[in-house]
């Protein structure tokens, strides 16, 4: 019998995987990217205090009407142009 593949717990082993090397600092904060079946989300993240300090998604107020009819490489870019904007501004 053929066993079904999950991909949420092979998505968890990754993400362990890639986070046992990688830590977000002041400095030099750590990008992270979820990509659901229908939406993005994309959140910007100082580890050594355990804060998110910005974040931007499909679902974000600004970006939720201007999205309507695009690709998801189109929104994609637009999260991470709104994600960008308010980095530099938090500083």
């Not at 009819?69 to 929104?75: F, I, R």
Request: some cysteine; proline content about 1%; aromatic content about 4%.
């Amino acid at each position: 019998m053929i066993n079904k593949v999950n991909k949420n717990v092979q998505r968890r082993k990754r993400h362990l995987r890639v986070r046992k090397n990688i830590f977000g600092t002041k400095t030099c904060p750590r990008l992270n990217i979820y990509r659901s079946t229908s939406h993005i989300y994309a959140q910007v993240i100082n580890d050594e205090n355990g804060t998110t300090l910005c974040s931007a998604s499909t679902l974000s107020k600004e970006l939720i009407e201007t999205l309507k009819g695009k690709t998801k490489s189109e929104q994609a870019f637009a999260v991470g142009e709104l994600l960008g904007k308010v980095a530099v501004k938090k500083g």
